[in-house]
């Protein structure tokens, strides 16, 4: 069973950075597909950003393409999330989720197995 813990959110004004950490308790394959998902009031979860831990290939939201980047450091099985240029409409819970092997683009929420409690990101005016 894998559990994840993140860390990093907070409030910051329009145009501030923030950098969310996402670290596993164990990952015993060779490739997970770890992402970053958002969700407001809405019960659907939004894909933000993920990677692929054996390649690196990276897949982001059209959203935050050019302001997020996500990164992973296997030794610490940690995802990082680093958001710049952060706006109002950024503001969210977000949660991050894993999952062994496959293509890891397309962001699709019911696709990951294991879950994070989240945590808010709050970007005011």
């Known amino acids: 069973q894998v559990q994840l813990s993140e860390s990093g959110g907070g409030s910051v004004e329009t145009g501030g950075s923030l950098r969310l950490s996402c670290t596993a308790s164990?990952?015993?394959?060779?490739?997970?597909?770890m992402g970053w998902f958002r969700q407001g009031p809405a019960p659907e979860r939004v894909g933000v950003a993920a990677?692929?831990?054996?390649?690196?290939?990276?897949f982001y939201a059209d959203s935050v393409k050019g302001r997020f980047r996500i990164s992973r450091d296997n030794a610490k099985k940690t995802v990082y999330l680093e958001m710049t240029g952060l706006k109002p409409d950024d503001t969210d819970r977000y949660y991050c989720a894993a999952r062994s092997g496959g293509y890891c683009g397309g962001l699709q929420s019911n696709l990951y197995i294991y879950w994070g409690q989240g945590t808010q990101v709050t970007v005011s005016s």
């Open positions: 164990i990952l015993e394959h060779s490739s997970y597909c």
């Open positions: 990677i692929d831990t054996a390649s690196g290939q990276t």
